[in-house]
């Protein structure tokens, strides 16, 4: 069975000193490092939104980082403006080793609409694209570790596990936002998708 390992979102911005910091999130490279010689097949997502995404708060008159609103598609909740097209942080992580990547995939890139998930936007319906690469390579299997176990890496496993993948998440690789509890009902939904955890 082809596995792959998905390193989800270790950008600058995410790390510590960026504009959306995940607390710790620079302490899991050596791990992500270290598993790459391990999988045949290596994808790497990178957060990449243009300036003025509607899920900044700075585009919502009078709403404040990490308050919620009403999208088309659903909640969003909104958040200091981040990984801007071309910016530094958006850059990836000076230490993660990039050069094994067969694949990078960008997703958030049209403003009116999120995508936290690496295979749907977050309408849960628009593709991006990941699925038919992975099945293509005949992988069946993922691994996901990044940034943040709440949002990005919580929305990528269950949708992965939706589309038949056996999906592991190695939370010693993964480090989480934790906005009012969302990490222990992010963990309680991947569970409940059938998502394996381990790492912790
Ligand atoms: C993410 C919030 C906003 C993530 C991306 O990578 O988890 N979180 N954009
Ligand atoms: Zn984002």
Same mark, same amino acid.
């Given at each position: 069975?082809?596995?792959?390992?998905?390193?989800?979102?270790?950008?600058?911005?995410?790390?510590?000193?960026?504009?959306?910091?995940?607390?710790?999130?620079?302490?899991?490279?050596?791990?992500?490092?270290?598993?790459?010689?391990?999988?045949?097949?290596?994808?790497?997502? /990178?957060?990449?939104?243009?300036?003025? +995404?509607?899920?900044?708060? &700075?585009?919502? =008159?009078?709403?404040?980082?990490?308050? $919620? #609103?009403?999208?088309?598609?659903? /909640?969003?909740?909104?958040?200091?403006? +981040?990984?801007?097209?071309? &910016?530094?942080? =958006?850059?990836?992580?000076?230490?993660? $080793? #990039?050069?094994?990547?067969?694949?990078?995939?960008?997703?958030?890139?049209?403003?009116?609409?999120?995508?936290?998930?690496?295979?749907?936007?977050?309408?849960?319906?628009?593709?991006?694209?990941?699925?038919?690469?992975?099945?293509?390579?005949?992988?069946?299997?993922?691994?996901?570790?990044?940034?943040?176990?709440?949002?990005?890496?919580?929305?990528?496993?269950?949708?992965?596990?939706?589309?038949?993948?056996?999906?592991?998440?190695?939370?010693?690789?993964?480090?989480?936002?934790?906005?009012?509890?969302?990490?222990?009902?992010?963990?309680?939904?991947?569970?409940?998708?059938?998502?394996?955890?381990?790492?912790?």
């Amino acid at each position: 069975m082809t596995q792959a390992l998905i390193v989800i979102d270790v950008q600058n911005d995410f790390c510590p000193g960026g504009a959306l910091a995940v607390p710790g999130g620079d302490e899991i490279l050596p791990a992500i490092n270290a598993k790459l010689p391990d999988f045949p097949v290596r994808v790497f997502t /990178q957060d990449w939104h243009p300036a003025g +995404h509607s899920s900044f708060a &700075s585009q919502h =008159a009078g709403k404040n980082p990490f308050e $919620l #609103t009403e999208m088309p598609y659903g /909640q969003q909740v909104l958040w200091p403006d +981040h990984c801007i097209q071309g &910016s530094d942080g =958006a850059a990836f992580h000076a230490e993660l $080793l #990039t050069d094994p990547a067969d694949l990078i995939l960008r997703k958030g890139f049209r403003r009116e609409i999120d995508s936290y998930s690496a295979f749907f936007e977050n309408d849960r319906t628009t593709p991006t694209g990941l699925e038919g690469y992975l099945r293509s390579r005949g992988v069946e299997s993922l691994v996901l570790v990044g940034l943040a176990t709440d949002f990005c890496v919580n929305y990528s496993a269950i949708d992965a596990a939706r589309l038949g993948f056996a999906v592991q998440v190695d939370l010693s690789a993964c480090r989480a936002i934790d906005l009012d509890g969302s990490l222990a009902t992010a963990c309680k939904g991947m569970k409940a998708a059938g998502v394996t955890l381990f790492g912790s």
